[in-house]
């Protein structure tokens, strides 16, 4: 059972991609940073390439696999 002070608030974000995140990515894959313009431009794209919810199901699935396992 969760405990009320450990339950995390609805809008807490659980996880998240900073600008340093993006320009890692660029530097291995391009060679480069991207400038300001370029990061702006592909913002949404980044967001609309994320399946959040398969990762949030295949995450929950995982979890209780591994929690039915050890019940076992």
Known sequence: MILE??????????????IDDVQTVAMEEIGRE???????SIEDLICDNINWYDAILDAIN???????????
């Open 34 to 40: 991207l400038s300001l313009s370029e990061i702006k």
């Open 5 to 18: 002070e450990e339950m995390k608030k609805k809008d807490d974000i659980i996880y998240s991609l900073n």
């Open 62 to 72: 995982a979890k209780i696999s591994q929690v039915n396992s050890e019940d076992d």
